[in-house]
């Protein structure tokens, strides 16, 4: 168990439909990062939250967006889904922002949309 | 942009061989380099690290990797594998900021 976690671990929805994926960090971990993976994109980084302020964004799509709360949890919100977005979305946090200290994964959550 | 780079998608050893996964990056920098492992219906686990105090790192479940700047390459190894190691395995370099770059990923069959 890595401390970090994740809500739900599956999701079923439409295309066209909206969802948020919930992240809790580790005890103390300022630092949350979203990646996806997928069959053909293997995984990719998406986006990174240091206390609270976007730090970093990699390949996230437009109708996708996130943020990090006071309580430094953070969401996903996937709108306007397509087929292509299926795939396990993870969240991981670290205690810096920088640097060497690694980062710790949560189990994922899988979205099928239909 | 730093970039890492696993050979072999697949890799299929006998329990109780030695088990190499290769992985060779790309940085114009010093890198900080990883390797993850992930089960099956499971996230990512930290296996070891490199952060240019030691070129030969040693991690969980005795796995090592070791550094070799003249090579590009952070190789992961394990003398005798177990059925338990069956999993993907990822090399991952950090990038501009924090965020991680994977590879494409190793699944690691152990033949009984």
């Known amino acids: 168990d890595s401390g970090v976690t994740q809500t739900p671990k599956h999701l079923i929805t439409a295309t066209g439909q909206r969802v948020t994926l919930r992240c809790s960090p580790r005890?103390?971990?300022?630092?949350v990062y979203w990646y996806q993976q997928s069959l053909d994109q293997g995984l990719q980084f998406l986006i990174q939250y240091y206390n609270g302020e976007e730090r970093a964004k990699g390949n996230i799509l437009e109708r996708f967006s996130a943020q990090q709360f006071p309580d430094l949890h953070s969401e996903l919100n996937l709108s306007s889904l397509e087929l292509g977005d299926s795939a396990l979305y993870f969240c991981?946090?670290?205690?810096?922002?920088?640097?060497?200290?690694?980062?710790?994964f949560g189990p994922g959550t899988r979205l099928t949309v239909t | 942009a730093q970039s890492v780079t696993q050979l072999g998608s697949h890799v299929s050893v006998s329990e109780g061989a030695l088990v190499l996964l290769r992985c060779n990056y790309s940085s114009s920098v010093p890198p900080y380099l990883f390797w993850y492992v992930q089960y099956p219906n499971q996230g990512l686990q930290l296996l070891l690290k490199y952060t240019s105090a030691a070129t030969l790192v040693k991690g969980i479940n005795g796995f090592e990797a070791e550094f070799k700047k003249s090579e590009t390459s952070f190789h992961l190894t394990k003398p005798s594998a177990h059925m338990s190691d069956a999993a993907e395995y990822f090399c991952?370099?950090?990038?501009?900021?924090?965020?991680?770059?994977f590879g494409e990923g190793t699944q690691l069959t152990v033949n009984p």
């Open positions: 991981a946090s670290s205690v810096a922002l920088a640097g060497a200290n690694e980062q710790y």
């Open positions: 991952a370099v950090r990038n501009s900021g924090s965020r991680l770059t």
């Open positions: 005890s103390g971990d300022l630092s």
